[in-house]
Each structure stands twice: as structure tokens, then as C-alpha cells.
């Protein structure tokens, strides 16, 4: 009776596994379709529930040729555990932030234009708009600079969200990275956080931007993240 119920435990993880990684690789044409990527930079993960495990887009392959299959499985630490390529640069940086933030269930980073540009400024993006009250619930903060290959990003998208109720941030220098409940939900902050750095870059063109109360901030964050939609 053990051996059955292991069995289908490992079943049931393989198939989560699969639906994963077609998800994942399906979410990278959303990157594509927002302008948020070129080339082969950016990538999106999704953690599998109940695993140490996480899904994630391999190193260096053009989105073209992404198929669900090529998306690569590591634990928690980083470490290939089933794929044939070899996993994104940002892979240990992924890890680190399913590590300290159990909450997560997705994370994204992109280069996209605008976003990237705040981030060469190490400016955040004041809370000007309603729909970054919505999503953000404040402004978009900026995380410290950090040098690709070890989870040293990771480490500075925990310290910078752990207390924001931001699921974006922008990595001093980089790019930006985003969280989410699952990988859709870091793809969209990866969309809004675009958005955003857009319009209020094109309003500090025009005069200065007026900041949104607190208060209010807080009003539209409540409403947005509990009574809006179905």
C-alpha cells in the first residue's frame, strides 16, 4: 500500500512538472508579445508546489525555439535535476528568492526599455498613477547592484521586497524582477512594472508628477488586490 501511495506521489509530481513547463514556456511569449525582452535575455520560473523544485527557461535559447521540453527542472540550490540544457544565468538567483520568500511562486526578470532605464538611474518610480496603487501598492523600488553568476541578486530582490508591497523591483544597473503567486502573476508585474516606467517617464517630460497620497494609495491597493474582478 506505501509502495502505491509513493507511487502515485511521484506520478502526480511528474505531471505537475510537465504542466509546468508547458506554462512556462508558453508565458515567454507573453515577453515577447509586451516588448519586455530581446533576444535571448530575461526568463521566467515557476516553483513546483510542494517541491524544492523549480521550472525554468534554459541558458542562451532564442524564445523562437523555446518548446516545453527544453525547460529545465533544478532544486532549490540551483542544481540541474532533469533537462538537457543547461539552465538560465539567473537560475541561483531564482533559487534564492523560492528559499526566503515561500510565498513566491513565480519570479520574472526582463531588460524591458523603459523599466531598465529607472534601474540606470537607481531611481524608484513614485507612486503617481492609480494603477501602481493598484498593483504595487507604492512606489517601485530599486534593489542594489549585483554581479550575475551566484544568487547575489537574489539576495538583493529578498532584502528589497521582503518589507514593499511591491512585486517589482528594479535591480540597480540591470533590469528588472518581479514575483508573483505563480509565474502568470510575475509576468503581469512584469508588464505593469513597463507600463508605468513608460507613462511616468513621458509625465516627468512634461513637469513634475503628482504624487497620490498615502492614504489613497493604500485605499486602491486594498481594493484592487481583494474586491476587483472575479
Not at 513566491?104 to 523603459?114: D, F, R
Not at 523591483?169 to 513597463?194: Q, W
Amino acid at each position: 500500500m506505501w509502495a502505491l501511495a509513493e507511487r502515485d506521489s511521484k506520478v502526480s509530481v511528474s505531471e505537475t512538472i510537465a504542466q509546468l513547463r508547458e506554462e512556462v514556456c508558453t508565458l515567454h511569449e507573453e515577453l515577447i508579445r509586451w516588448n519586455l525582452v530581446v533576444w535571448t535575455a530575461g526568463n521566467i520560473s515557476a516553483r513546483v508546489p510542494g517541491e524544492d523544485l523549480m521550472v525554468i527557461k534554459p541558458s542562451g535559447v532564442r524564445y523562437q525555439e523555446l518548446t516545453p521540453e527544453k525547460m529545465v527542472v533544478t532544486d532549490l540550490q540551483g542544481n540541474l535535476v532533469e533537462g538537457d540544457y543547461s539552465p538560465s544565468s539567473d537560475t541561483a538567483s531564482h533559487a534564492y528568492v523560492y528559499r526566503h520568500m515561500p510565498e513566491v511562486g513565480g519570479v520574472v526578470h526582463t531588460h524591458s526599455t523603459y523599466a531598465t532605464a529607472w534601474a540606470a538611474r537607481r531611481e524608484p518610480i513614485p507612486c503617481v498613477l492609480t494603477m501602481m496603487g493598484d498593483e504595487f501598492g507604492g512606489e517601485i523600488p530599486v534593489g542594489p547592484f549585483a554581479l550575475i553568476g551566484d544568487d547575489s541578486i537574489g539576495r538583493g530582490i529578498v532584502e528589497t521586497l521582503t518589507f514593499s508591497r511591491s512585486p517589482a523591483v528594479l535591480m540597480a544597473n540591470h533590469g528588472v524582477f518581479t514575483i508573483g503567486k505563480n509565474a502568470l502573476a510575475a509576468v503581469k508585474a512584469a508588464a505593469m512594472t513597463e507600463e508605468v516606467a513608460k507613462t511616468v517617464h513621458m509625465a516627468k517630460a512634461l513637469g513634475e508628477p503628482v504624487p497620490i497620497p498615502q492614504k489613497k494609495i493604500d485605499a486602491l491597493y486594498e481594493r484592487y488586490q481583494n474586491v476587483y474582478g472575479q
